[in-house]
């Protein structure tokens, strides 16, 4: 995302290309985001984009769910029901695009400028190893379960409210993990926005 603070009017003045570029990654690699509340311009505070990008992101695909559930759990087979998650259903992709917390991307210095602003409010710039040890192994172990990686809202928490949430949310069935996660994304893309549009 490019680096910029707007007043409202300077948003709804913007091109369609500059809004893109600038609301692209308020959620995390998924422009499509930005380009789908286009049409809900003019805006009429920052408050009102957050809601068109929560309502955008409730109403992606997860169509056939319950039903297909049920029938790979009707065939016994998780694997299945999983691989159609990662192809077919566009909330599950929405999280696959974060990057796990304190994980290789952040190691290799790969996350987005907000990306690393986030996990270093939460402290995971200065994880202890036992700690990155810890999150990391419930990471791997949450997207074997899930096939997607635990999002949470890093500025609203802190590392051992992490590591809590997270071994608490393993044990959730993947209908709740994919609607949690979604909301939390929102409560990211929400603090995002409000870093771009001052009023
Ligand atoms: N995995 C995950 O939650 N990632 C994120 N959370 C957050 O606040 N910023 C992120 O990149």
Known sequence: MMAVTLSIDEVNKLTSDLFIKIFGNVVEHYSNAAIGILKCKPFSCAEDISMAINHYLDLLS???MIIFRIYCLYLNC???FYRFCIYVLEKTKVLQLHPDLAGKLAE???????SVEEQKSAGLDV??????HKLNSLNEEYKKKFSFPFVICARENKIQKILSSIEMRLHNEHHQELSTGIEEVKK???LRIYEIVKE
Not at 108 to 114: D, F, I, Q, S, V
Not at 127 to 132: H, S
Request: a positive charge; glycine letters at 10%.
């Open 62 to 64: 997860d169509a056939g």
């Open 78 to 80: 998780r694997r299945v």
């Open 108 to 114: 290799k210095g790969e996350l987005t400028n907000e």
């Open 127 to 132: 994880i202890t190893p036992e700690n990155k």
């Open 188 to 190: 990211i893309s929400k």
